[in-house]
Nanobody
Framework: QVQLVESGGGLVQPGGSLRLSCVVS????????AAWYRQAPEKEREFVAS????????NYAGSVKGRFTISRDNAENTVYLQMNSLQPEDTAVYYC??????????WGQGTQVAVYS
């Protein structure tokens, strides 16, 4: 059974930083592409960043480019999202997403990020 477990969310002041983690288990060695999405209150879920395997090519939403960095540790099956210069508009529930080599999609349960002074 594939599981994605996120952690690292919390409350931070504007200009602060957080690092989200997503531990992926159950893929039994299958390669996967990973991404982070977010959903603010009363808004649709939106793409934040993605990283592909095996070349680790990354892609970012325009609103986070230059502030957020996605990375992965394949040995630890963990995907990270380093978020710097956080702003109130970054407040949302952040979800980890994985698509495996069979193009099956998996989602984590989400972790809350709140940015306010």
């Amino acid at each position: 059974q594939v599981q994605l477990v996120e952690s690292g969310g919390g409350l931070v002041q504007p200009g602060g930083s957080l690092r989200l983690s997503c531990v992926v288990s159950g893929l039994n060695g299958r390669s996967y592409a990973a991404a982070w999405y977010r959903q603010a209150p009363e808004k649709e879920r939106e793409f934040v960043a993605s990283v592909f395997n095996p070349n680790d090519r990354t892609n970012y939403a325009g609103s986070v480019k230059g502030r957020f960095t996605i990375s992965r540790d394949n040995a630890e099956n963990t995907v990270y999202l380093q978020m710097n210069s956080l702003q109130p508009e970054d407040t949302a529930v952040y979800y980890c997403h994985v698509q495996d080599s069979k193009e099956y999609d998996y989602w984590g349960q989400g972790t809350q990020v709140a940015v306010y002074s």
